[in-house]
């Protein structure tokens, strides 16, 4: 059964919410004495002088302030990665993984993060790193945060209580959230296993898409988008906060919950959101339309049209082009494509792209649907076909998207993937002359 929570919604909204009654100041943020003698503490997603329309910033209102900490000592980095990835080759070959297997040891989510690729620079702000995560048990006694960049859960199986600085949030597969760069937060398994995908952003924060003109609603619709309200721990003990800082990972003892903000206000916060309320948009004429008009959010770069990573889903739609090749047509792109699947099958690739699997197609690296595909969907008759139990999604990006050696050498790796593209035949019916 789902966990019930309750949440403010309306993307990137000034929130402000209080455990306890009058803990939140009133008319300004930093008083001289807070209510129940809290520390006050601003949290900052964007530089102080960032425009006001783009400024992402909140306050907390808690037991102590992050100061409070032991000193960081450096801990094995296990699986995780980050960009630039040194340790092996970037080649364009085209590359698909079957799912990793759930560990038959205990394992928490930092424990069973497996880093498949990256891009850009952690350090340089740019880019994203791609990891999978698998996980059989709760983090016990252990805090994180992630100084690299936002993550992105796409949960692909078993439901996930996420305990952050400003409240809990559940996210079952179907859903995802996101967790700014620098929020404390642990993972709870409501199920016995997990696993999923996070995409780590070291860009600009994830925002929703422009519409153009499809107009004022439509796509991933603002009001959607589901924030926690306060929740804090009072709790002493012998605890670890691990930090993700500048590609490596460290740990410092922490003698009280680092959960303890009993009230908050801004627009910097994690979300959530149910990926069956993002309104379909597609033709109703005929062609495909690129994959873009399905992008949930984006992380803009420097230059307008080329994301940093733009997060795409393929979710569930009627398809009613005529006189059109339906599935997404060959093609090259100077754009940087990592696939995963929730559930369902793909249009595209009816074999070996399995839920939890992942594919990659790395700038200018040809693809496109697989050769039993082609042969069905060239003859198929064009009637109104609904794609239902499907959920596939993609990072983007628009820098070259590097696997990691585990990725390359692992096991999940299936050699053969660029086989069902082999038995393409030419039907070529003219003549040269
Ligand atoms: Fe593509």
Same mark, same amino acid.
């Given at each position: ?89 970037t080649?364009p ?26 891009n ?107 924030? !926690?309200? *306060?929740?804090?721990?009072? &709790?002493?003990?012998?605890? $670890? %906060? ?5 590609? @490596? ?87 940087s ?25 790395n700038c200018?690296?040809?693809?496109? !649907?697989? *050769?039993?595909?082609?042969? &069905?969907?060239?003859?198929? $008759? %064009? ?5 239902? @139990? ?7 990006s628009r820098y070259i998207i590097s ?31």
């Amino acid at each position: 059964m789902a966990t019930q929570l309750s949440y403010m919604t309306g993307f990137g909204n000034e929130f402000e919410t209080q455990a306890l009654p009058g803990a939140l100041p009133i008319g300004q943020f930093s008083p001289q004495k807070v209510k129940y003698d809290l520390y006050t503490e601003q949290f900052s997603s964007t530089a102080f002088t960032a425009p006001r329309a783009s400024n992402r910033r909140t306050w907390f209102y808690r037991l102590r302030p992050s100061v409070v900490q032991g000193d960081y000592q450096a801990i094995d980095n296990g699986l995780i990665r980050t960009a630039p990835i040194t340790e092996a080759v970037t080649p364009p070959t085209m590359l698909r993984w079957n799912p990793i297997d759930i560990p038959s040891q205990p394992t928490d989510f930092i424990d069973g993060l497996v880093t498949m690729a990256a891009n850009g620079s952690a350090n340089g702000q740019s880019g994203i790193g791609i990891h999978v995560y698998v996980a059989n048990q709760s983090m016990q006694g252990r805090y994180f945060y992630n100084a690299d960049g936002e993550m992105l859960f796409v949960p692909q199986q078993g439901e996930l209580l996420i305990h952050t600085e400003c409240g809990k949030l559940s996210i079952k597969p179907g859903e995802i959230a996101v967790i700014p760069r620098g929020i404390k937060f642990s993972v709870d398994l409501i199920d016995d296993t997990a696993r999923g995908y996070i995409c780590e952003n070291y860009g600009h924060a994830l925002e929703l898409a422009e519409r153009g003109p499809v107009g004022a609603n439509g796509y991933a619709n603002d009001r959607d988008f589901q924030y !926690p309200v *306060a929740a804090f721990e009072d &709790k002493e003990g012998d605890f $670890e %906060l691990v930090s993700k800082f500048n590609g @490596n990972l460290f740990s410092c003892e922490i003698k009280h919950s680092p959960l303890d903000v009993v009230a908050w206000t801004g627009n910097s916060a994690p979300y959530k959101y149910d990926l069956s309320r993002f309104n379909v948009m597609n033709t109703v004429s005929f062609d495909h339309p690129d994959p873009s008009i399905f992008t949930v959010l984006t992380s803009p770069s420097a230059t307008e049209g080329m994301a940093n990573v733009d997060f795409v889903i393929f979710p569930p739609r009627w398809m009613v082009a005529e006189n059109t090749f339906r599935p997404p047509y060959y093609h090259r792109n100077i754009m940087s494509e990592f696939m995963g699947l929730i559930e369902g099958v793909y249009d595209a690739k009816e074999h070996g792209f399995v839920p939890g699997g992942a594919s990659l197609h790395n700038c200018m690296s040809p693809h496109g !649907p697989e *050769a039993d595909v082609f042969e &069905k969907a060239s003859n198929a $008759e %064009l009637t109104p076909q609904k794609y239902e @139990n499907t959920l596939a999604f993609m990072f983007e990006s628009r820098y070259i998207i590097s696997p990691t050696k585990y990725a390359l050498e692992g096991k999940e790796r299936q050699p053969n993937y660029t086989d069902c593209w082999r038995t393409i035949k030419k039907q070529f019916t003219g003549s040269q002359d």
